[in-house]
């Protein structure tokens, strides 16, 4: 099979991507199997404010099922680590934020570095339903079928779940839930209602365990898991372009 067998909206641009702004820059992560479409569209709207943004493309992402199941979450969080750093480089804050997978990568760093002005998290995926059933799976099948709802999102990305890639999501997830306490900056945390992946006790335990004092859990109550391409999404861009401005 070829990859666009595998690839919902091939056309779409997923690559990684530098928007040059102002001296305050975000860097936004994608989450798994996805690609940085799914971050593109607040990456623009921020860009248009002012700010300079980035995004990386994840390693085993936007390639073939089969790469991403090759893949470790160090490798994951070290490409993430590095656009950080680089974007330290030339600007003068520095905000991180991401969807779903990239949420854990967003507080990964942020708990390492102090540096982060801010963190901006949609549909974390600290708690993730069935996913304790990859460890199993992946001994007997490389893929697992998505069952789709959003495909009318300008979503791209794989249309199956490499299960190997599941099992490292699980690993990743334990690190982080031990170094949230060790987050200590202003957090803005986005749940959607209509989330058929992420329960809400989700971003309930990031409030609770981060050591954040500015922390605040919003619900979006029409937003589906892609809540960065769904109808809300622009409520959620104002919301935060808002609490980017307001710690400038």
Known sequence: MTINDYMKNAQLDGDTFLLEGGRVGVVLFHGLTATTAEVRLLGEHLHGLGYTVSAPLLPGHGTHPDELNRVKWLEWYETAEAAFLEMRQRSDKVFIGGESMGTLLALLIASRYEQVSGVILAAPVLIIRKLKAAY???????????NQTEDFLPWKGYNVYPVKSLVQLGKLQKVVKKELPAVTQPLLVFAGGLDRSVPPESGEMIIARVSSTDKQLVCMEESPHVMLLAKERESIFEQSAA?????C
């Not at 199993?136 to 998505?146: A, E, N, P, S």
């Not at 609490?243 to 710690?247: S, T, V």
């Open 136 to 146: 199993l799976l992946q001994y007997f099948v490389r893929h697992m079928d998505k």
């Open 243 to 247: 609490f980017i401005r307001e710690r």
